[in-house]
């Protein structure tokens, strides 16, 4: 008896890549056992609706696209009281999630065959609030406005070096944020250049953490915090020690943690897996235990 698959596409990730392997991937799905359906978005609430109004009636809810359209999709299936397996046929520029479930990136074909040949992980999920998701990153501060501040049609002509390129523009406009944090076992207060809470190895493609620093599914996030440095020279230093994976500035710090709130001054610009998350003053984050399970 074949399976349903519900594929939601985005036609716009990947600079419209996906039409080059879509029909190959379609005739893996099949030949594998899998009965798919296309859904294609057109606006950005799109994959949330579809998978909440119709995934329940699928065994495996996929998605084509980058992780915005993933992390859209997540926040569908949570609304599921019996949630569906998910995949995922990575096609967008950072791939963060990806990379971290080492996934073939931009190739629907090979993306279709793990599908197939993949183990259902159990894998945690980001509240945001009390009624937002993230699949693996929620941030506030330097250079997290990159993704969604960069044109589209840069993201088309250039790819990742359209990221690259805004993050270069935004360096002058660093600023820090008073910031009180509170998680488990502990409250910080500081100026702080950037802030997160994230279940990912790797964050805007550049920042890596290595596999024994997170655990997918282990009910547990990792808070990142970044004081302000103060200077150039020391911020030159903490740039190098986050790249070279050293990450032994005193300057940052890497916590675990299941909840952490963040109060501000005044409200402060938040993004979600890369997308306009909105300002606010008051953030409560929370990691939800594995209520999905990811198909990698």
Not at 268 to 292: F, I, K, M, S
Request: include cysteine; aromatic fraction near 10%.
């Amino acid at each position: 008896m074949q399976q349903k698959l519900m594929l939601i596409i985005n036609p716009t990730a990947g600079r419209g890549a996906y039409k080059q392997g879509i029909g190959d991937a379609l005739q893996i799905l099949d030949t594998g056992g899998f009965r798919t359906t296309l859904y294609y978005t057109s606006a950005s609430t799109d994959a949330t609706r579809f998978a909440a109004q119709y995934g329940s009636e699928y065994d495996v809810v996929a998605c084509i696209g980058g992780d915005g359209t993933l992390s859209e999709v997540m926040a569908g299936v949570m609304q599921l009281e019996k949630k569906p397996y998910l995949g995922y046929i990575p096609m967008g520029t950072a791939n963060d999630v990806a990379t971290t479930l080492n996934l073939p990136k931009n190739d629907a074909a090979a993306a279709a065959r793990r599908i197939l040949s993949g183990t259902a992980h159990p894998y945690d999920v980001g509240g945001f609030g009390e009624k937002d998701y993230f699949a693996y990153i929620a941030a506030f501060g330097a250079f997290t406005d990159v993704s969604y501040a960069t044109p589209q049609d840069q993201k088309k002509a250039l790819g990742h070096l359209a990221y690259v390129l805004q993050g270069m523009a935004s360096l002058p406009k660093i600023v820090s944020y008073h910031t009180i944090v509170e998680y488990d076992g502990g409250v910080i207060e500081d100026d702080l250049l950037y802030g997160s809470l994230s279940n990912s190895t790797s964050v805007g493609g550049v920042v890596h953490f290595t596999e024994d620093m997170v655990g997918l599914g282990d009910g547990m996030s990792e808070l990142v915090l970044v004081k302000d440095p103060k200077t150039m020279d020391g911020l030159g230093e903490l740039v190098g020690s986050v790249l070279s994976q050293s990450y032994d500035s005193d300057k940052l710090m890497i916590l675990q943690t299941k909840h952490a709130r963040f109060t501000f001054d005044h409200p402060v610009a938040w993004t979600r897996d890369g997308e306009a998350g909105g300002e606010h003053q008051v953030v409560e984050l929370c990691n939800y235990h594995a209520p999905l399970e990811f198909i990698f």
